[in-house]
């Protein structure tokens, strides 16, 4: 079965930047558009990029979205960061007709 | 505006049947597919399943084929998860999502409903 790979946890200051990782396990993950969603403590999640490195509207510039087929990966990017950014943050992709999460990277803005 | 609101939380006990529901509105709900995430306590997230209330055409994962229904009313622009004999397993946070245009990925959550399942 696919499956898709985050680190537990990152971890940065505020006004820096930080990047997550999310590695597909087989096949190609450019085969497949790339969703990250973010779930501050408490709240549902949101979308934050949708295929690849789209944001939808209110999200702002600072998150951007991409994808290395060399290592099979996607990213997030978050600069200028914000005590407001702490979050889980979830990839998520498909495949065999079925939508598949990452197990999520929790970020801590300290 | 789109909005998914979600009906509230629900406490059963273990054998209980249950269904849940979440309205869509601001939008075509016809057109757009609906699907189910679950999130066990301390939990990631996890696809159930999704249905295209135009002509309820529904897809499931394996993990959760059999274990639960999916279904819609488009006449009030609803769509519904359900079980008919809950476990204590199934204690969890339930969000629908809307499915985004052609990408398999959603763009709008609902605010989630909470089900406890308890004897």
């Excluded at chain 1, 949101?46 to 702002?60: A, L």
């Excluded at chain 2, 079980?83 to 629908?96: E, G, P, V």
Aim: charged share 15%; aromatic share 12%.
């Amino acid at each position: 079965n696919f499956m898709l790979t985050q680190p537990h946890s990152v971890s940065e200051s505020p006004g820096k930047t930080v990047t997550i990782s999310c590695t597909g396990s087989s096949g190609s993950i450019a085969s497949n558009y790339v969703q990250w969603y973010q779930q501050r403590p408490g709240s549902a999640p949101t979308t934050v990029i949708y295929e690849d490195n789209q944001r939808p509207s209110g999200v702002p510039d600072r998150f951007s979205g991409s994808i290395d087929s060399s290592s099979n990966s996607a990213s997030l990017t978050i600069s200028g960061l914000k005590t407001e950014d702490e979050a889980d943050y979830y990839c998520q992709s498909y495949d065999s007709s079925t939508w598949v999460f990452g197990g999520g990277t929790k970020l801590t803005v300290l | 505006e789109v909005q998914l609101v979600q009906s509230g939380a629900e406490v059963k006990k273990p054998g209980e049947s249950l269904k849940i529901s979440c309205k869509g509105s601001g939008y075509s709900f016809t057109s757009y597919w609906i699907g189910w995430v679950r999130q066990m306590p301390g939990k990631g997230l996890e696809w159930m399943g999704i249905i295209y209330p135009g002509d309820s055409d529904t897809r499931y994962s394996p993990s959760f084929q059999g274990q639960v229904t999916i279904s819609a009313d488009k006449s009030i622009s609803t769509a519904y998860l359900q079980w008919s004999s809950l476990k204590a397993s199934d204690t969890a946070m339930y969000y629908c999502v809307r499915r985004y245009g052609g990408t398999q990925g959603c763009d709008y959550w609902g605010q989630g409903t909470l089900v406890t399942v308890s004897s």
